[in-house]
C-alpha cells in the first residue's frame, strides 16, 4: 500500500510522479475527490520544490513517499533544495474575496492556503541539508474525532 519515488525536481518529473501516485492511490479504492485532494496538495509541494527549493535547476533529486490507508493518505516528501523560510511551514495567505480590483491581489502564496485547508498533521523539519515535509490526506468520508 506505500508507493515510494525518487525523481528528478523538474516539472516533467513531478507531473510524471503524480501521475504514478493518482494510479497508486486509485488502485485501493479511494473515492476521486480524496485522489483529487492528494493529487492538489503534492502538486503545490513538489511544484514549490522545483521553483523555490531547487530554483528550477531539475538536476536535483526529489523523494516522495505515499501510503493509502482505509481513511487516508500518509505522505512524506523530502528535499535536498533551501529551507523554508524561517525555518518552518508558511502560514496559509488569504485574501479579501469582496476585494473590488484584482490587480491588487499579491502575486503568489496561495497555495500554502490550499495545503494547510486540505491536509492534516502538517510536519516540516531540516536536518542537516535535507527538508523533510509530511502530512496526511483524511478522507473526505472519515470521521474525525
Given at each position: 500500500?506505500?508507493?515510494?519515488?525518487?525523481?528528478?525536481?523538474?516539472?516533467?518529473?513531478?507531473?510524471?510522479?503524480?501521475?504514478?501516485?493518482?494510479?497508486?492511490?486509485?488502485?485501493?479504492?479511494?473515492?476521486?475527490?480524496?485522489?483529487?485532494?492528494?493529487?492538489i496538495v503534492l502538486a503545490e509541494?513538489?511544484?514549490?520544490?522545483?521553483?523555490?527549493?531547487?530554483?528550477?535547476?531539475?538536476?536535483?533529486?526529489?523523494?516522495?513517499?505515499?501510503?493509502?490507508?482505509?481513511?487516508?493518505?500518509?505522505?512524506?516528501?523530502?528535499?535536498?533544495?533551501?529551507?523554508?523560510?524561517?525555518?518552518?511551514?508558511?502560514?496559509?495567505?488569504?485574501?479579501?474575496?469582496?476585494?473590488?480590483?484584482?490587480?491588487?491581489?499579491?502575486e503568489g502564496g496561495f497555495g500554502?492556503?490550499?495545503?494547510?485547508?486540505?491536509?492534516?498533521?502538517?510536519?516540516?523539519?531540516?536536518?542537516?541539508?535535507?527538508?523533510?515535509?509530511?502530512?496526511?490526506?483524511?478522507?473526505?468520508?472519515?470521521?474525525?474525532?
Open positions: 500500500m506505500t508507493l515510494s519515488l525518487d525523481f528528478q525536481g523538474s516539472s516533467h518529473a513531478v507531473g510524471e510522479a503524480l501521475g504514478r501516485m493518482r494510479a497508486h492511490v486509485k488502485g485501493h479504492g479511494l473515492a476521486p475527490e480524496h485522489v483529487d485532494a492528494v493529487e509541494v513538489l511544484n514549490n520544490i522545483v521553483e523555490h527549493g531547487y530554483r528550477a535547476d531539475g538536476s536535483s533529486l526529489i523523494s516522495m513517499t505515499v501510503t493509502a490507508r482505509k481513511n487516508g493518505v500518509d505522505c512524506v516528501v523530502c528535499d535536498r533544495g533551501l529551507g523554508m523560510p524561517d525555518g518552518k511551514i508558511p502560514c496559509p495567505r488569504r485574501f479579501d474575496a469582496e476585494m473590488k480590483d484584482m490587480d491588487d491581489l499579491p500554502w492556503g490550499l495545503i494547510h485547508d486540505l491536509a492534516s498533521d502538517l510536519r516540516y523539519t531540516r536536518e542537516g541539508k535535507e527538508n523533510r515535509l509530511s502530512f496526511t490526506i483524511v478522507s473526505p468520508t472519515a470521521s474525525i474525532i
